[in-house]
């Protein structure tokens, strides 16, 4: 496992992407003044164009929303890959070899890069032998299951050849090792020698969240096959079934638009469920439902406590072990839980062949809050026409309504539970707060373990500069620091040194102001957005990026070069205003028998005098 990437290389590669061309890839992008780029927002919808980019100093902001950040940041938003993922993305767009702290070029990277090729490059190879003649035992269990050609190609189905290495022979010939193949899943390996893993079989390929395909789920289809009905790539350097959830790469844009995501139990499930619109549709890869699923999905969903997790069961006793193994990871989540179970124990693909498209989106609506659903299964364990069986009934259930997260909404399960056992409120309330008082200790633990985001209020909102005052004073402060900060070479050195140096009346864009000077008075004096941010306490970082990508009004650059110098100056110019009219105060309550202070205060005044008279010509 490769260690962490050098710093050099992390800012070497954002130094030769164009921020442009990779948010380009997502947001349709207008000239918005010179050297200023925008477009509707990605991270939430609107009508006019709020979302603001600046290619010359690397980063962008919605003055909507108020997300912001730089190329890497915007991937990983966008894309919900960690750090280190965005930035080997966009080193393998430019070409450029990574390092890492361990000394050298990452091996490991480079292999899994051949990997996720060779994957590629049999995903393209199955959904060719989809339309072969062969191939019309998989055609046919598509249609049966009311998937036409198009729900194939839009899903990237396949179809494997019953055949020993029609597969190894065609990556072979694209320049894949059989040690490579292997590694990749691709092939087995027999006492004939290596053979294609998967044979006769329909083939779906597992996506990672980036669209990358890391394996394949392949469904049996033949009689004389006597493999498992479906059979997954094996863990490999880039396929951990743990960690990947089907569907996701296609459902994570509406999933995190949405705020709600459906857990489904197949291929052909999310498949249905996309189809019929319920496009926030995912499954996972031949295991359940657990704990590195959850943290795939928090990268995914805001964990804000306001989304929605969606599982969806067969009715049938597999079906309810389901959802109480889902339950037990229940308390991993910041989002609401909650069950689906369609009528007559469909599964969504077979409720949508019955009834149709509206059935599939009905069952997701009539969803149940996770808890009521579990109460109502641990209570049906037990007899409620007999004493025994009530009092054993709250004793199971107790520690459920306890477990509840949120204290609003636990009475109301409390007086349910009651009412379903037919038993006095005060007694399951003493139940309930006793099994609260056993696992307190317990939950305080796994809290501490595994950190939610809380829910934020408006107040909290991360601060926008269209908040600032509008006097006339506060817009001069702002519109200075923002051409500071995007063309720090043309206000001068002199005149930044001047201009840091002038008192500020707004205390935020101070000390954006007290930032700009560290770095003037750094043994490196370049003013740059990054470094900036680098000074300024944490807080003030987001207030840094909103001023670096704020469009300025000049269209051309003859009209930039006059607008830049002109409100730097007009701010140094207020500063010496204020120099003189506070000599000029002194001079008043001096004592003219001071005949020594009287002279050195009017030389400073001429000399001030001088010094506007001299900004003013520049």
């Known amino acids: 496992m490769a260690g962490r990437i050098r710093q050099s290389d992390v800012e070497e590669v954002k130094a030769r992407t164009n921020i442009a061309d990779i948010i380009g890839e997502h947001v349709s992008l207008k000239s918005a003044g010179v050297g200023s780029l925008k477009g509707l927002c990605p991270f939430h919808d609107e009508r006019s164009p709020s979302f603001n980019v600046r290619p010359g100093v690397g980063y962008y902001h919605c003055f909507g929303c108020g997300e912001s950040g730089d190329v890497y940041s915007f991937l990983q938003k966008i894309d919900h890959v960690s750090f280190t993922e965005a930035v080997e993305r966009l080193a393998g767009r430019i070409g450029f070899e990574l390092h890492y702290e361990d000394g050298g070029p990452a091996a490991d990277h480079g292999n899994r890069a051949r990997l996720l090729a060779a994957n590629q490059a049999a995903a393209e190879f199955f959904v060719e032998q989809l339309v072969q003649p062969a191939a019309d035992i998989g055609r046919r269990f598509l249609g049966e299951r009311g998937f036409d050609a198009e729900a194939a190609r839009r899903f990237g189905v396949g179809f494997a050849p019953k055949s020993w290495d029609s597969l190894t022979n065609h990556l072979r010939g694209r320049g894949y090792s059989t040690e490579e193949l292997a590694a990749a899943g691709l092939v087995s390996q027999g006492d004939r020698g290596v053979y294609d893993r998967f044979r006769g079989r329909l083939v779906w390929p597992i996506r990672d969240v980036t669209g990358q395909t890391v394996g394949f789920g392949a469904r049996r289809l033949l009689d004389d096959d006597k493999g498992p009905k479906y059979l997954n790539t094996p863990e490999t350097a880039v396929y951990h079934k743990a960690q990947v959830l089907y569907g996701l790469d296609l459902a994570k844009r509406e999933i995190s638009r949405s705020q709600r995501v459906v857990v489904v139990e197949g291929y052909t499930d999310v498949m249905a469920c996309h189809l019929a619109g319920v ?340």
């Open 279 to 618: 496009t926030t549709a995912i499954a996972t890869c031949g295991t359940s439902f657990g704990v590195d699923h959850i943290k795939v999905l928090r990268r995914v969903l805001d964990d804000s406590g306001v989304g929605e997790v969606v599982f969806t069961f067969d009715g049938d006793e597999a079906g309810q072990k389901a959802a109480m193994r889902a339950f037990a990871e229940e308390q991993r989540f910041a989002a609401q839980t909650f069950v689906a179970v369609a009528p007559d124990g469909l599964d969504p693909c077979d409720l949508r062949l019955a009834r149709g498209d509206a059935a599939v989106r009905a069952l997701v609506e009539s969803r149940t809050p996770m808890f009521d659903f579990v109460i109502r299964h641990t209570l049906a364990r037990f007899d409620l026409e007999t004493v025994e069986g009530r009092v054993g009934a709250l004793r199971a259930a107790a520690p459920v309504v306890a477990d509840i997260r949120d204290a609003s909404i636990r009475p109301g399960y409390t007086r349910e539970l009651a009412r379903m056992l037919g038993m006095e409120l005060g007694e399951v309330t003493r139940a309930v707060r006793a099994a609260a008082g056993r696992d307190r200790g317990a939950t305080a633990r796994a809290e501490a373990s595994t950190p939610r985001v809380a829910a934020t209020d408006g107040d909290d909102r991360p601060f926008s500069i269209t908040a600032l005052p509008r006097d006339p004073s506060t817009r001069l402060e702002r519109d200075a620091l923002q051409v500071m900060l995007q063309f720090p070479e043309r206000v001068g050195d002199d005149l930044l040194r001047h201009a840091v140096d002038s008192r500020f009346g707004d205390a935020t864009l101070a000390v954006v102001r007290d930032g700009i000077a560290s770095v003037l008075g750094s043994t490196d004096p370049v003013v740059r957005v990054d470094r900036v941010i680098a000074e300024v306490p944490q807080p003030f970082a987001g207030v840094v990026q909103q001023l670096a990508v704020l469009p300025v009004p000049q269209r051309s650059d003859a009209e930039l070069e006059a607008y830049v110098q002109g409100v730097v100056s007009a701010l140094v110019d207020r500063e010496l205003l204020r120099q003189k009219s506070e000599l000029l105060g002194r001079l008043q309550r001096l004592d003219r028998a001071d005949q020594a202070t009287y002279s050195a205060l009017q030389r400073a005044l001429v000399e001030l005098e001088q010094e506007r008279r001299a900004l003013r010509a520049e």
